[in-house]
């Protein structure tokens, strides 16, 4: 089924947009609705109406405020999955400071780089965590937290106290909102995103989580994410939907225990998640309220998807999009989705597959993915260096496009499909292998848990594929396995994909939203090889 909303849309951005204020107070006053549900391990809950949620933004907000945080100021918001991150978040919006999202797993001097780089004006965060980062913070004059500690502002008690709050008048392309993201090299990157972006995240919200007033979503990204900000809060708050938070390790049965009693309605998880909750007994829990599942960040492989629609009912529904671009690519929720396939270009922007100059590849080529520019929903650029902005926009015979550094392919109905990084490509004796194909060929095993694929080098080919593989519970890692495992690739996949190399292990190293992390294994590889 194709999808046709692009061809009508019309994007409508407003002069003005506060999200505490058009999106929040907007809903506070429209109903008693819940926005956000919040669970963690030890069983504690808590529950939020819109209501509740711009009382409380307003009287941080205003405590912020009298600590000597303004318009503009960029804050470090250092939290775990804790209702105060998003009391947090929308309290810097309202008053027009510049959130600056992070995971409590960074280290003090990874805190310490983001503070000075972004020179810093207050940090949020739990009073537990504060030894942890505190050399990072040495500049830094404004602090709260959450609970008690010497010297910072108690979050209780400014949510305690009734302010008056100067709500900040945000044009569209004021700075907004501050992610920090990785690449290949170098330090982290500041992505800084504008009024206008935050308003164009309902967008993704309407037509891809299909989220609609009292929908309950949870989405499983951790905070310091782009991700959390499109399915976590910008995207389900514009729409009137209601977050589930949980606060806590993953565990597949806990998270099927979790869907089933608050009644959730809306499920994002990375294919990697999806992969381990199939594995269980998912019949033993109700899940007659989910109506919807999602996924993003990572390939799906045809595999999962399919076990999930067997025990679920549901297909999965993917997306495209990075912390610099917002969702770009969409499967909308009218659809009939592709497995493996990242949908169509989103409602209001255009992705191209492109070669280096820039120059649009014919269908079923591997190619650059690209935005073709200007667009709403991209970063006002990267912070403190213009350069690389320029360096990843291409100027192509079409006009401008901003190169994501992802390899990908359109089919001919529009489709795109994720092949990789361009650093994750193996070039073995001159063939381009993507690894997702074969990770995709392994996981089809009934053998493989899980699996990552990544280029190992070698003196003949230079490069050659290497597959580490999770075994499933109670099979042996042998020699005879590796043989069959190589030989179920070369059957599914073409020939010169299949790993000359299998190696198992306990488990994959993964990122803090479970997304599997090719490139420490590409890297060990690569530092053994020197080290011979």
């Not at 869907?259 to 998880?269: G, K, M, P, R, W």
Request: with cysteine.
């Amino acid at each position: 089924m194709k999808q046709t909303l692009g061809d009508d849309f019309q994007w409508d951005i407003p002069e003005t947009f506060n999200f505490a204020v058009d999106v929040v107070d907007r809903w506070a006053a429209q109903n008693e609705n819940l926005c956000l549900i919040w669970e963690n391990a030890a069983g504690e809950r808590r529950e939020y109406s819109y209501r509740h949620m711009s009382l409380l933004t307003k009287r941080l907000g205003a405590a912020m405020q009298s600590a000597g945080i303004g318009k503009g100021d960029r804050v470090l918001i250092v939290m775990p999955r804790i209702p105060e991150w998003q009391i947090a978040m929308v309290a810097a919006l309202r008053i027009g400071a510049i959130p600056i999202p992070c995971i409590e797993m960074l280290t003090a001097g990874e805190i310490g780089y983001r503070a000075q780089d972004a020179e810093v004006k207050g940090v949020i965060c739990r009073a537990e965590h504060i030894d942890h980062i505190l050399d990072g913070l040495e500049d830094v004059p404004v602090r709260f937290c959450v609970g008690q500690r010497e010297d910072w502002h108690s979050i209780g008690d400014a949510l305690e106290q009734a302010q008056s709050v100067e709500d900040a008048v945000m044009m569209a392309e004021d700075p907004a909102l501050l992610y920090y993201t990785s690449g290949s090299t170098g330090y982290p990157k500041g992505v800084l995103h504008s009024a206008r972006s935050l308003y164009t995240w309902r967008f993704s919200a309407r037509h891809w989580l299909d989220v609609k007033p009292g929908d309950r979503i949870w989405c499983t990204a951790d905070t310091g994410w782009s991700k959390a900000g499109t399915s976590i809060l910008f995207g389900p708050w514009s729409e009137g939907g209601c977050a589930f938070f949980y606060d806590g390790p993953f565990d597949p049965r806990e998270r099927l225990r979790l869907l089933a009693d608050n009644h959730v309605t809306i499920y994002c998880a990375p294919a990697t998640e999806l992969n381990r909750v199939v594995q269980e007994d998912v019949d033993l829990y109700d899940l007659s309220a989910l109506r919807r599942t999602v996924s993003a960040g990572e390939a799906m492989n045809p595999a999962v998807a399919a076990q999930w629609k067997a025990v679920s009912g549901l297909d999965v529904y993917e997306a495209y999009g990075q912390t610099e671009t917002l969702m770009t690519a969409l499967t909308l929720k009218d659809t009939s989705p592709r497995v493996g396939s990242m949908g169509k270009s989103a409602p209001g922007s255009e992705l191209a597959i492109v070669d280096d100059s820039g120059a649009q590849v014919p269908n079923g080529q591997v190619g650059r993915i690209a935005l073709r520019l200007p667009n709403p929903q991209m970063m006002l650029g990267y912070w403190k260096a213009p350069e690389k902005l320029e360096q990843a926009t291409l100027n192509g015979p079409d006009g401008p496009v901003f190169d994501t550094g992802d390899l990908g392919v359109q089919d001919d109905d529009g489709f795109f499909w994720y092949q990789s990084r361009s650093d994750d490509v193996i070039n073995s004796a001159g063939y381009r292998i993507g690894p997702t194909e074969v990770e995709n060929a392994l996981l089809q095993h009934a053998n493989v848990l899980e699996c990552a694929v990544v280029a190992s080098p070698d003196d003949d080919r230079g490069e050659v594929v290497k597959a580490f593989v999770v075994v499933k519970r109670d099979v042996l890692e042998t020699e005879t396995l590796k043989k069959d495992l190589q030989s179920h690739v070369k059957q599914i996949a073409s020939p010169y994909k299949y790993p000359r190399q299998v190696e198992f292990v306990s488990q994959l190293p993964k990122g803090p939203t479970g997304k599997i992390l090719r490139r420490v294994l590409r890297d060990q590889e690569f530092a053994k090889r020197v080290s011979q």
